[in-house]
Nanobody
Framework: QVQLVESGGGLVQAGGSLRLSCLASGRTVSNYVMGWFRQAPGKEREFVAA????????YYRDSVKGRFTISRDNAKNTVYLQMNSLAPEDTAVYYC?????????????????????WGQGTQVTVSS
């Protein structure tokens, strides 16, 4: 089991930027595909981005392509989500997740059931 702790959330104006971090412990994060998800009030949790074990491949939901960048530093057991050009519709609790099941990043990478471990989430609020 991997313990995941997110940080870096906060309140930002539309057009601003935030960088989320996810620190993993318990097991070596390089053994896992890592993902970011988000959940807005009254809505289902949705996939945001994922990154392969080596960091060489990434996958994004369409609405964040070109604005968000997922990266990882396996030496630091940390995954990041750089979010630029933020909009009010990006407001949500953002969760980090680890998957031992995913081997290749595909459309199925977005399925929450493929992720084994989850963090507690960090709130991102974008004001208009």
């Amino acid at each position: 089991q991997v313990q995941l702790v997110e940080s870096g959330g906060g309140l930002v104006q539309a057009g601003g930027s935030l960088r989320l971090s996810c620190l993993a412990s318990g097991r070596t994060v390089s053994n896992y595909v890592m993902g970011w998800f988000r959940q807005a009030p009254g809505k289902e949790r949705e996939f945001v981005a994922a990154i392969s074990r080596s960091g060489g491949s990434t996958y994004y939901r369409d609405s964040v392509k070109g604005r968000f960048t997922i990266s990882r530093d396996n030496a630091k057991n940390t995954v990041y989500l750089q979010m630029n050009s933020l909009a009010p519709e990006d407001t949500a609790v953002y969760y980090c997740a680890a998957s031992s099941k995913i081997t290749t990043l595909t459309i199925w990478t977005s399925r929450t059931s493929l992720y084994d471990d989850w963090g507690q989430g960090t709130q991102v609020t974008v004001s208009s």
